[in-house]
């Protein structure tokens, strides 16, 4: 069913760049699929790339987990179609996708735009409705033109409200010009019914199936293979805590972690080429669609990033399955771990020896990670979604008016 056939409330409509591995897609998707769910508005999804190529793998769109996940739930789903090998200038859209994309918007009380990239679509529309901008990451500097893409649409009047997954996001696009009025923070959450411990039999058998030993100490590192996740600083630090923990085990997985990815096994054989036996503990899964079972065999939930993060989801649906998270000091993943983690600086030797202590400790921090649950529910960030979109509809006003 499309938006213009609801019988229900409000109609929202999210632009995605594309479905792909992520965890700012997998957090929208929960909130559309949510909020669609819920019955008081109505959701669908427009991508602009029906398919596209990052971490040197092609992602194709219905394949895609988030993608299921919506059609699943009932939401209307559909693509602008362009393909990585259309060889298509990225910031011009032809008149047939406009179109299409126009077909979509028209249907709409308001627009959602996954992350800033999807504005210039949106503002390249003849069409106009109310956009709330959806930021994950607190690197305006990093954005290239989406970022004046942003500003742009908050100039024009199209852009009605910013969420922001966390202060640190809001804080540095206010810096960067978004005006403050426009800012929203929606702290991150998830679905607590997934994401939790297991029972050890369970544990064991998956660590069985995933060839990992019992009584192993486990190292999970979920991100995808790029410069802001630093895989270079965890391959480092894998290293070394698997040279002092005979029993240590790391396992990577996200887009780019297999072997199938040309610069991730030159990483390894740059850390491990005269210690095979080490790599023989160094478990690279790519893409799994089954987190939570990944999360929940784990010791320690690392995370290395450089720059760009705001609220990691890893962060906390690692230790909500049990796992206790690791982090360097970026965006808001100190504020995150506070009372149930560790935060570290970036040498690959105090991380390793972090991950030791960690292990240690899971058993003295459950209790911690028991008490933490109900602040990363995302019962909460649902309502705080609803309720930007609600006031962005009631503040447009004629200039947005829905035929």
């Not at 409330?9 to 669609?36: C, D, I, K, N, P």
């Not at 064991?204 to 996740?229: C, I, N, Q, S, Y």
């Not at 690279?284 to 079972?293: H, K, N, S, T, Y």
């Not at 960690?358 to 705080?384: I, K, N």
Request: glycine share 8%.
């Amino acid at each position: 069913m499309s938006l213009n056939s609801s019988p229900r409330g409000l109609r929202v409509l999210s632009v995605y760049e594309g479905f792909f591995s992520g965890g700012a897609r997998q957090l929208h998707s929960t909130v559309v699929a949510g909020l669609h769910a819920g019955g008081r508005q109505r959701h669908a999804a427009l991508s602009i790339h029906a398919e596209i190529r990052r971490e040197n793998t092609l992602q194709r769109m219905v394949d895609d987990q988030r993608f299921r996940m919506l059609r699943s739930a009932g939401v209307h789903v559909s693509t602008v179609g362009r393909r990585p090998d259309d060889g298509l200038d990225p910031r011009v859209f032809l008149p047939a996708e406009l179109e299409r994309a126009a077909a979509e918007v028209r249907g709409a009380h308001v627009v959602m735009s996954l992350k800033e990239q999807p504005l210039r679509l949106t503002n390249a529309l003849d069409v106009a409705r109310p956009v709330v901008a959806c930021l994950h990451r607190s690197d305006p500097e990093h954005q290239g033109s989406a970022l004046g893409d942003l500003l742009l649409a908050a100039r024009t009047g199209r852009l009605a409200a910013v969420v922001c997954c966390a202060e640190s996001t809001r804080d540095a696009y206010r810096a960067a010009g978004v005006p403050d009025s426009l800012l929203h923070v929606v702290p991150n959450g998830i679905d607590l019914t997934r994401f939790r411990p297991v029972r050890v039999p369970r544990r064991r058998a998956l660590r069985g199936a995933l060839g990992l030993p019992g009584d192993a100490t486990v190292v999970v590192f979920a991100a995808r293979f790029d410069a802001m996740k630093n895989p270079a600083l965890f391959i480092a630090a894998a290293r070394q805590f698997l040279e002092r923990d005979p029993a240590g085990h790391v396992v990577l997985c996200g887009a780019g972690m297999s072997e199938a990815n040309p610069d991730l096994m030159v990483e390894l054989g740059l850390a491990f080429g005269d210690r095979p036996d080490l790599l023989d503990r160094v478990h690279a899964l790519g893409v799994r669609p089954d987190m939570e079972q990944l999360y929940a065999v784990a010791d320690v939930v690392a995370l290395t990033s450089v720059f760009g993060e705001a609220s990691p989801l890893c962060l906390m649906e690692g230790a909500m399955c049990g796992a206790i998270p690791v982090t360097t000091p970026v965006g808001d993943s100190a504020r995150t771990v506070d009372g149930i983690g560790f935060v570290t600086g970036f040498d690959a030797a105090e991380i390793a020896e972090t991950w030791i202590e960690a292990a240690a400790r899971r058993d003295e921090l459950a209790g911690a990670l028991t008490a933490a649950r109900p602040r990363f529910s995302h019962v909460r960030m649902l309502a705080g979604y609803a309720q930007v979109l609600e006031s962005a509809e009631r503040g447009a006003g004629a200039r947005f008016a829905v035929a």
